[in-house]
């Protein structure tokens, strides 16, 4: 079983930058593929950003290449979001994700295991 355990949520203004935490319990952590995604009220959650944890593969949604970088710390099992220049629309409840099935990394349900999520909101 895994656990995944997210931190670093909070309210900036626009321009503004915060980094999330993604602790990994419970699993060969350098053999997932790991993503970050995000979602709003009444919308579907959308992939936002995805790392294989053993090294090579990064995506990223093109609404925010350039201003988020995913990365990982393997001494520490965690995998981090770094988001700057932030906007308003980048407000939402962020999860991290494990135990891709494979397939299209941006779709939600190719993922088996959920943080609990951690609000991001940025006013303008």
């Known amino acids: 079983q895994v656990q995944l355990v997210e931190s670093g949520g909070g309210s900036v203004q626009a321009g503004g930058s915060l980094r999330l935490s993604c602790a990994v319990f419970?699993?060969?952590?350098?053999?997932?593929?790991m993503g970050w995604f995000r979602q709003v009220p009444g919308k579907e959650r959308e992939g936002v950003a995805g790392i294989f944890l053993g090294g090579g593969n990064i995506n990223y949604a093109d609404s925010v290449k350039g201003r988020f970088t995913i990365s990982q710390d393997n001494a520490k099992n965690t995998v981090y979001l770094q988001m700057n220049s932030l906007q308003p629309e980048d407000s939402a409840m962020y999860y991290c994700?494990?135990?891709?099935?494979?397939?299209?990394?941006?779709?939600?349900?190719?993922?088996?295991?959920w943080g609990q999520g951690t609000q991001v909101t940025v006013s303008s």
């Open positions: 994700a494990a135990g891709y099935t494979g397939g299209t990394w941006y779709w939600a349900t190719n993922f088996r295991y």
């Open positions: 419970g699993h060969a952590y350098s053999s997932i593929y």
